[in-house]
Nanobody, 119 residues
Framework: QVQPVESGGGSALAGGSLSLSCAVP????????VAWYRQAPGKERDFVAA???????AYGRDVKGRFTISQDNAKITVYLQMNNLQPEDTAQYYC?????????????WGQGTQVTVSS
């Protein structure tokens, strides 16, 4: 099964920055909205940010003003720029986007990328 591929996770100090990306093969890309979620150990998966085909963006309350979601012109790769990171941003970050499977468009989760922020 084809999945979105997240990259760019890693470690940062509080106040630092990281940038994540989410890419899929253009041949199976479908749908208009791409979203980032995150899940810390023992917690539910929470909404982080989303962007649609018209570049309309939405952010979770905890990241608004610090994180920025964007996409390339072809809408193949979606980015999440994370600034002023805090220890509470530590989590596995997942991308969710539409992929064409069996002739229909299905929202598929990536495998995630770890972000660790230390104080």
């Amino acid at each position: 099964q084809v999945q979105p591929v997240e990259s760019g996770g890693g470690s940062a100090l509080a106040g630092g920055s990281l940038s994540l990306s989410c890419a899929v093969p253009a041949s199976v890309m479908c749908g208009t909205t791409v979203a980032w979620y995150r899940q810390a150990p023992g917690k539910e998966r929470d909404f982080v940010a989303a962007i649609d085909g018209r570049d309309v963006k939405a952010y979770g309350r905890d990241v608004k003003g610090r994180f920025t979601i964007s996409q390339d012109n072809a809408k193949i790769t979606v980015y999440l720029q994370m600034n002023n990171l805090q220890p509470e941003d530590t989590a596995q970050y997942y991308c969710k986007r539409g992929l064409r499977q069996g002739g229909i468009c299905v929202d598929i989760w990536g495998q995630g990328t770890q972000v660790t922020v230390s104080s």
